[in-house]
DNA sequence: TCTGGGGTCCTAGGACCC
DNA sequence: TCTGGGGTCCTAGGACCC
């Protein structure tokens, strides 16, 4: 069998290119993109990284820098990234048929079942064709595991000389090993702050160092994923390229508030809104629930406020995708769980044991009606349609409220300039 | 005033079974 | 005076990813 070859594809500052595309003017000037109620910093320009401003940072500890600086700043804008990142994929399709979606932003590529010779020329040509067509640049790395592809596109990132791509397969083993030395211990997929301590604890402060340690000593300290990930750094290749998405194991939605809640039907009308999310997207991949978490919790970044989480975890007796009945079971959860008098900062909902819709497990003690549960499917399916046609909230049940006072805070938005004909780019002539 | 959201995998330990 | 061994399933917690 032929050697894999993978390569990684990853969008550089993603959100932030997005946001170039469609607004010169933010060329070569700082840029941010902040998260979900303008709270953290998700995506930083290159400017912005050499100003020393950390991923996730929260935007107001930063105030003065950006005021300084002159830093661009935007609310997350996911109907304009996610859009984006499709005309991405469609691009790459053009290059290979084995592609794995990984992220909103990356993608891995199969080039070894390719007929081409030069893997770093084609990686070229990718790139190129990439943002040519979409306006959006790409890093890509070549090697001979996921785990090394993932290193190499790092490594194309952090040294300008590569020009985005850089191949390893070309490149002899101590060659390699000269870049592994350079790199953060975290900048290897697997290795997060915990594992960044224990490894430096113990010695080891390299990649190079990582990548030859001993995988008996590496799978006491991380479990067999640190040994996955030094047998990856040795080019040895652990995981194949997965092309079919699977279906989750649980679907959550939640929201930290763009205010504090401390009125109960406003937290009724929040937990309305997660459920019907949830529920979405536990349609869309065609499964049934059994089990719903409701969970609310107080803000603990503000140790002076009274302090207070809580879950409900109920167990349906019979799975179900129906909005109308997971809201029922939520709010009755809620209802368990709210205590009066608190500001809540967050709340959410998780759904777990999920199945596929067309093989349903049912119970033998509860009877189980098939006219209302027909009757109940047709009537998601026709809310779908409706939210699929006129856009979501099209339709709603009454219980997620219409002023949705709680909603959060995006005061820095720029247009869905793809996705909606009211919000097109406009030029002047 | 202001600190995101949505996931997965692995392990240890307890409950339970024969 | 004396209390096994092996297995599965479930859950909580910790680690990671983008």
């Not at 430096?200 to 160092?209: F, P, T, Y």
């Not at 040795?234 to 809640?261: M, Y």
């Amino acid at each position: 069998m032929k050697h894999a070859i993978f390569a990684l594809v990853d969008c550089n500052n993603f959100y932030v290119s997005c946001e170039r595309v469609f607004d010169p003017s933010l060329r070569c000037v700082p840029v941010m993109v902040l998260s979900n109620n303008d709270g953290c910093i998700v995506a930083r320009s290159n400017e912005v990284k050499a100003l020393g401003i950390k991923m996730g940072e929260p935007a107001f500890k930063c105030r003065d820098l950006i005021r300084e600086h002159n830093i661009r700043v935007f609310s997350s804008n996911y109907t304009l990234y996610a859009d984006m990142s499709r005309r991405v994929v469609e691009t790459l399709k053009c290059f290979t048929p084995d592609i794995e979606i990984y992220s909103i932003d990356e993608s891995f590529l199969l080039f070894s079942d390719l007929n081409i010779s030069d893997y770093e020329a084609y990686g070229r040509n990718i790139r190129e064709t990439v943002l040519q067509w979409t306006g959006i640049p790409v890093s890509i790395g070549i090697a001979s595991s996921k785990g090394l592809a993932k290193v190499a596109n790092k490594v194309a990132k952090k040294f300008d000389t590569f020009g985005g791509v850089v191949d390893f397969t070309k490149l002899p083993e101590p060659a390699i090993d000269l870049y592994l030395d350079q790199l953060e211990l975290t900048d290897v997929w697997g290795i997060g702050s915990q594992y960044r301590r224990r490894l430096l604890d113990r010695g080891i402060r390299s990649v190079k160092q990582l990548k030859y340690s001993d995988k008996e000593w590496i799978r006491e300290l991380m479990t067999v994923t640190g040994e996955r990930c030094v047998l990856e750094l040795q080019g040895i290749s652990c995981f194949s390229l997965d092309q079919t998405p699977v279906s989750k194991k649980e679907i959550t939605s939640s929201r930290s508030f763009g205010r504090a809640v401390s009125c109960k039907e406003d937290m009724r009308q929040a937990i309305s809104s997660y459920v019907a999310r949830a529920c979405e997207k536990l349609r869309a991949q065609h499964s049934y629930a059994n089990i719903i978490i409701v969970y609310i919790k107080t803000n603990r970044f503000k140790p002076h406020d009274r302090q207070y989480a809580n879950a409900a975890y109920m167990k349906l007796p019979q799975p179900t995708a129906s909005t109308i009945d997971l809201t029922r079971y939520a709010l009755y959860g809620l209802d368990r769980i709210y205590k009066p008098g608190y500001r809540y900062k967050k709340a959410g909902v998780i759904l777990e044991g999920l199945q596929p819709d067309d093989y349903i497990q049912l119970n033998c003690f509860i009877p189980y009606d098939h006219v209302i549960r027909k009757r109940e499917n047709a009537l998601m399916k026709a809310v779908d349609k409706m939210s699929f046609k006129w856009g979501r909230g099209a339709v709603f049940l009454a219980s997620e409220g219409v002023k949705k006072k709680w909603s959060m805070k995006r005061s820095l938005l720029s247009k869905r300039f793809t996705t909606c004909f009211d919000e097109l780019l406009e030029v002047k002539i």
